[in-house]
């Protein structure tokens, strides 16, 4: 996934999502609830990382009757499943555009607008595999958070 373009079908966006989502829980024989599936459309909400106290905000507003810990175990399950990605450095939660595809996590994240994309990239993969064996060490899991300027706030900046 790339940044969206100008002119991007966020609603086409979210219910492809929602629909690879509900796939993904058929084939692993898990139960995407009512409160998961509403988390999960939320966090697609925008393509900005939101975190579990955003999340609580939005449903108690909504009428659901939920604590934080429903959200976290929502968020915990949506995790496992690979439909989410936490990123650390916002403490904060991003949908995965491709659940049900064993790949590693690569994140753009816009210090001006604050959206995020996730990279596939074998390259990279690759590489810090190749790093990481050298020093005999066995990767389990791997997240790489990059900060920077997504293409629509450069563009802005430049003008500026």
């Known amino acids: 996934m ?13 219910a492809q999502a929602l629909a690879a989502a509900e796939a993904e829980c058929k084939r692993r024989g898990a139960r995407l609830t009512d409160i998961r599936r509403r988390v999960l459309e939320l966090v697609w909400e925008s393509h900005q990382p939101v975190g579990a ?18 959200v976290y175990r929502a968020l915990e399950f949506l995790q496992q499943n690979g439909l989410v990605h936490r990123i650390a450095l916002l403490n904060a939660f991003v949908g995965c555009p491709r659940p049900g595809h064993g790949h590693s996590g690569t994140f753009l994240l816009c210090s001006g607008c604050g959206m ?3 990279l596939d ?5 690759r590489a810090v595999a190749e790093c ?3 020093s005999g060490f066995s990767v389990t899991r791997r997240t790489i958070e ?3 300027m997504c ?3 450069r563009a802005r900046e430049e003008k500026a």
Not at 3 to 12: E, G, V
Not at 55 to 70: K, N, Y
Not at 121 to 125: G, T
Request: proline share 10%; glycine share 6%; hydrophobic share 40%.
């Open 2 to 14: 790339t940044f969206p373009a100008p002119h991007h079908d966020h609603a086409a966006c979210v």
């Open 53 to 70: 106290y955003a999340l609580l905000d939005i449903l108690g507003r909504e009428g659901w009757s939920a604590a934080p810990p429903t």
């Open 116 to 118: 995020a994309a996730e």
């Open 121 to 125: 990239d074998r390259d990279i993969d």
């Open 132 to 134: 990481a064996s050298r």
């Open 146 to 148: 990059i900060e920077g």
């Open 151 to 153: 293409p629509a706030c």
